[in-house]
């Protein structure tokens, strides 16, 4: 589970990084972000990615692959990550390394 203090929470920022955050792509997720305060992270998946109990799954692997990379970003940002369909045909170490390489592409993590 993420800790509570890293979690976003509020619909206005969801929408705000949706309209003017900035976004990177990877094969099984996208990650929209800018610049805060403090470290938050969010996550997202539509019905593209499937009915309720598929985009829970993916939501908690999502979750599960963000953990082990906390201690490794650099600043402090607003997420999002939003799921791919294809997220949940993936093991979590694939979803990790995608994750972590996407990060590293936006500059967000060392």
């Given amino acids: 589970m993420l800790p509570v203090k890293y979690r976003l929470k509020k619909r206005k ?8 955050g900035q976004r990177t ?3 099984f ?8 305060t403090t470290l938050k992270i969010g996550f997202s998946a539509s019905k593209k990615v499937g009915n309720s109990v598929v985009r ?7 979750r ?3 953990r082990p990379l ?9 997420l999002v990550v939003v799921a791919k369909p294809d997220l949940v ?4 170490l694939y979803i990790t390394l995608d994750l ?11």
Avoid: D, I, W
Avoid at 100 to 110: D, E, I, V
């Fill in 13 to 20: 920022t969801f929408n705000y990084l949706h309209q003017k």
């Fill in 25 to 27: 792509g990877g094969q």
């Fill in 29 to 36: 997720v996208s990650v929209l972000f800018c610049s805060a």
């Fill in 56 to 62: 829970h799954r993916a939501m908690r692997l999502m």
């Fill in 64 to 66: 599960e692959a963000m």
């Fill in 70 to 78: 906390l201690p490794q970003f650099t600043g402090k940002y607003n």
């Fill in 89 to 92: 045909k993936q093991h979590l």
């Fill in 100 to 110: 972590q390489k996407t990060l590293k592409k936006a500059g967000l993590m060392l």
